[in-house]
Every structure is written in C-alpha cells, then in structure tokens.
C-alpha cells in the first residue's frame, strides 16, 4: 500500500498556512500515519516555524524541500507565494532522508553523506532517489554527478533544484526540522515502490549539427572552432542569447537530448554562459519553440509517464517544472498543470514546483540528467 496526500495554502501568513496544511493532511490522512514528506514553500515564509509546526504535527517523519519559483498541486493548482505539501504513507516502502552540508566546497563528499545517512536506515534496496539540492553556490551537473557516484550511473534519480522566485541570490533547502544553504536533501524509496516518469521540453532542434570544442563547464568559448557568440548570431542575427531560443546537447546516441539555456554573453571573448555545464566535444543543435509547444510538452511528458505506469492505479505524481518556462509562458503558466489534469477522469494526488533546473532520466532505463526548460512528470505507487 502507497497512500500519498497533499495539502496546499496561498494564506500568507506562515503560521496560518501551515496550521492549514496540517489541517488537510489531517484530514486526507485518514488515521494513516505518514512515513516521509516533500514540502515545496516560496523563498518570503518563515520556514523554521512551518517545518517545527509539521513536525510536532508528525513527529518522526522524513522530511525534504526547500523553496520555489512557484507550485503545484491538485488542490490549488499553480500558485506563487504558497506552500505546498506532499506525505507518503506505506506499510512496504521505506523512505528515508539524507543531507549533505556545504556541497559547494565538496559535491562528491556531500552527495555521498547524504546517501550512506539514508541508506543507513533501511534494510531493503533503494529503488527511487528524489533530491531538492541548493543551484546557486555550486553546479547542478556536480552535485548530480555526486549523486550518481553515490547511487550508480543508471540509478534513477529526479528532482528539482531549489529556487528563490528569480532572485538568483540564496535559496533554501529542507531537512527534517533544519533550514539549509548549499546543501543537498534527499529521500530514497525502498522496496515494493512502483514508478514511471516523462520528460519533454517543446524545443525541437534546428539547423545543423555543431561541436562544442572549447568550453569551461558551463562558459562555452567555441562552437566548431569559432567563437560561441558566431554560432548564435548565425540563427539568430544581431538578437542576443536568450531562454527562448536554448541549445539541444545530445546524448551519446544522438538521437535522445537535454537542454541548456544562455544566460549571458561576452562581446569580448566571444563566450556565450549557460544555465549549466556542457561537456566538451559535445554535438548540439539550436532549439526553437512556441508558447504552445511548450504547453503541450507538459501534455507529452505525462501520457509518457502515465502509459508507461508498470501498476494498475498511481498513487500520486509529482512535477518539476523550470523557471524559464515559467517567465516565458507568464500569465499561460497555469496551463501546465491543467494540460496534466484534463486528461484524467478522476483527480491523481499531485505536487511540483518550478525549479532553478530539473532532474530525470531522458529513457526509462538511462542515465539520470540534468535538465533546463524542462518539465518532468514521475508518477509513484506500489505493487
């Protein structure tokens, strides 16, 4: 049995949002006691406060989160300025938490921290990492390379990184009852838990094929040879690097890609800075997109999870959606999650939140990566 339930408030005031949410919990609950948790909270709550009153609400529970660029959920549905909550409860999964302090200075050493203190508390195999790390003082790529060293290369792993409403200036993560910079949180899933995920974006690449063939992690200097500024203003005249127009970074088969998005230039050196790392000698290609394929990636990235379900009914789903989507689709972007909903009879217990960067899979049986522009669906049950 996986029993998952959400709760959701947009009351400002922290204490009156929290007594709501545990208030909903309570009830969604049911007398089941929940095991584990993710709270998602925008960047201005008092966030102490709320994580004491969740648990002395739930004592002994593992909790992770940290905060946003907005929320889901199937209560509310796309919010800002909220705090959203989702508890698992179940009598043959494990969930246990792990933290890694101050991954900036070690990302290896902090990943793996906060894998061996999870794992220490269970007997049975993990199955499901979700994680909800610091994207400001170190790299994304980093701290998932961490992660994959910790768990395996093809150990599947999902999340979002931790945001601050475009502020770009600290963000928080959750562990348990503590408030965290630069750290990494995690939840492990063990035992009989059953998952199914979608990844899609909207971009489609263009154009031709290029090399990335001199770059210094994600401050790429030349793309075939000539200054990485050249290959934008081949597509794109003398309009700068924007997230509307990000660069596809293929896989190893060529066929399968994640995105990186620009987020500054250099007349100078002819350098072009992305959102995160892109490993040298790799083949991309521009991307385009409209506003409506973007909304309808949010549409292909849940059929995928939801056909793919290898169970008879989900108990839940959880969304990491990116920063960028939100600013570009504005006032659109509660079309996302209404794409998600309006393709169920019935309502799928759903949380997410929008992310400074997310974390997937590309194939169902791939490598874990790190994404920008990108929405990803993982629906969870058991057996």
């Known amino acids: 049995m996986l029993k998952i339930v959400v709760s959701h408030s947009n009351d400002p005031d922290s204490l009156s949002a ?11 609950l049911q007398g089941n006691i929940p095991q584990a948790g993710i ?15 969740i648990h002395q609400a739930f004592p ?3 909790l992770i989160g940290g905060t946003t660029d907005g929320e889901i959920s199937s209560l509310l549905e796309f919010q800002q300025d909220s705090i959203t909550l989702m508890l698992f409860c179940s009598d043959d999964i494990e969930i246990r938490a792990g933290v890694g302090y101050q991954v900036s200075q070690n990302p290896i050493m902090a990943t793996r921290e906060a894998v061996e203190q999870a794992k220490a508390k269970t007997k ?12 400001l003082t170190t790299s994304g790529v980093s701290i998932l390379d961490g992660l994959k060293m910790a768990l395996g290369e093809k150990f599947p792993i999902f999340g979002g990184l931790a945001a601050d409403q475009s502020a770009y200036q600290n963000t928080y993560q959750f562990f348990q009852a503590e408030v965290l910079s630069d750290a990494v949180p995690i939840l492990l899933f063990s035992g009989k838990v059953l998952f199914s995920h979608g990844v ?4 489609l690449p263009i154009g031709k094929t290029s090399k990335v063939t001199k770059v210094d992690k994600n401050i790429v200097y030349e793309i075939d040879g000539k200054p990485a500024l050249e290959f934008y203003r ?9 997230i509307e127009n990000p660069v596809a970074v293929f896989t190893h088969d060529e066929t399968n890609f994640y995105l990186r998005a620009p987020i500054a230039y250099d007349e100078k050196t002819g350098s072009v800075t992305f959102f995160a790392d892109i490993p040298v000698q790799a083949t991309i290609q521009m991307a385009e997109a409209g506003k409506q394929d973007i909304l309808a990636a949010s549409q292909a990235s849940f059929m995928t999870a939801f056909n793919n379900y290898p169970g008879k009914e989900p108990a ?11 600013q570009i689709l504005g006032t659109q972007t509660q079309q996302e999650y209404l794409n998600t909903k309006n393709l169920l009879n019935q309502t799928l217990p759903a949380c997410g939140f929008y992310s400074n960067g997310e974390i997937a899979p590309i194939e169902s049986t791939g490598q874990t990566h790190f994404h920008n522009e990108t929405f990803v669906t993982l629906i969870l049950g058991t057996c």
């Open 200 to 203: 899609a974006s909207g971009w």
């Open 39 to 53: 709270l998602f909270a925008a960047i201005d709550f008092e966030h102490s406060l709320i994580l004491q009153n």
């Open 60 to 62: 002994g529970i593992e």
């Open 234 to 242: 081949y597509y794109l005249g003398e309009l700068p690097p924007s």
């Open 18 to 28: 929290v007594q709501e949410i545990i208030r909903q919990s309570t009830n969604s």
């Open 124 to 135: 049975a195999t993990p199955q499901l990492c979700l994680t909800h790390p610091e994207s």
């Open 316 to 326: 839940g789903v959880i969304f990491f959606s990116c920063v960028a989507r939100r």
